[in-house]
């Protein structure tokens, strides 16, 4: 066999391998994490970032890089939540008042994106505390913007499903940078 298949096969060993001890630190830290917090659902957890994960080279090693990524899916989520809404603004079978919390919508999932952007900058300092209020905001965001239509009776948020999906991607930030805080 020739050089060139030996290191072609290493490589191979050596994704395999990371891509494993990746898939076994996700499995890990979303059992902690979970058991930890009642909101957060393992199923969720696993499943969102080993598909994102999945996708990076490197993929994550460790706790830190969890977060990291955990925050960037999250932040991707975000933008995601911005397009949906402006979508759904142009809709003209909404009444005014679904318009009007659309547009708080928008402005609250505008802001998530810079407390996001804020929370990876302190994070990346090793101030957690500031991250951990950051990551607060943020989730705080996707319940006010599901609250808003409730408060109208007979109104539904057109925004339920993706609030929720919001909500467990920003807990398992959060609940990583717990998990990490515990160990520094």
Same mark, same amino acid.
């Given at each position: 066999?020739?050089?060139?298949? #030996?290191?072609?096969?290493?490589?191979?060993?050596?994704?395999?391998?990371?891509?494993?001890?990746?898939?076994?630190?996700?499995?890990?830290?979303?059992?902690?994490?979970?058991?930890?917090?009642?909101?957060?659902?393992?199923?969720?957890?696993?499943?969102?970032?080993?598909?994102?994960?999945?996708?990076?080279?490197?993929?994550?090693?460790?706790?830190?890089?969890?977060?990291?990524?955990?925050?960037?899916?999250?932040?991707?989520?975000?933008?995601?939540?911005?397009?949906?809404?402006?979508?759904?603004?142009?809709?003209?079978?909404?009444?005014?008042?679904?318009?009007?919390?659309?547009?708080?919508?928008?402005?609250?999932?505008?802001?998530?994106?810079?407390?996001?952007?804020?929370?990876?900058?302190?994070?990346?300092?090793?101030?957690?505390?500031?991250?951990?209020?950051?990551?607060?905001?943020?989730?705080?965001?996707?319940?006010?913007?599901?609250?808003?239509?409730?408060?109208?009776?007979?109104?539904?948020?057109?925004?339920?499903?993706?609030?929720?999906? #919001?909500?467990?991607?920003?807990?398992?930030?959060?609940?990583?940078?717990?998990?990490?805080?515990?160990?520094?």
């Amino acid at each position: 066999m020739k050089f060139s298949s #030996y290191l072609l096969i290493f490589f191979i060993f050596l994704f395999l391998f990371q891509s494993s001890n990746s898939s076994n630190l996700i499995s890990q830290s979303c059992k902690e994490a979970s058991k930890n917090d009642p909101n957060l659902k393992y199923d969720f957890c696993v499943e969102s970032l080993e598909d994102t994960s999945s996708k990076l080279q490197p993929p994550p090693t460790n706790l830190e890089g969890l977060v990291c990524m955990s925050t960037q899916l999250t932040k991707s989520n975000a933008s995601n939540m911005v397009s949906i809404i402006s979508k759904l603004l142009k809709d003209k079978s909404y009444d005014q008042y679904v318009k009007a919390c659309l547009r708080d919508c928008f402005d609250l999932y505008s802001d998530s994106l810079s407390d996001l952007d804020d929370a990876v900058v302190a994070f990346k300092q090793k101030d957690f505390d500031t991250a951990a209020i950051k990551l607060s905001a943020s989730l705080d965001n996707s319940e006010t913007c599901e609250d808003q239509f409730k408060e109208k009776k007979g109104e539904t948020s057109p925004l339920t499903k993706e609030n929720q999906v #919001y909500f467990q991607l920003n807990m398992i930030c959060l609940a990583f940078l717990q998990m990490l805080r515990q160990h520094y």
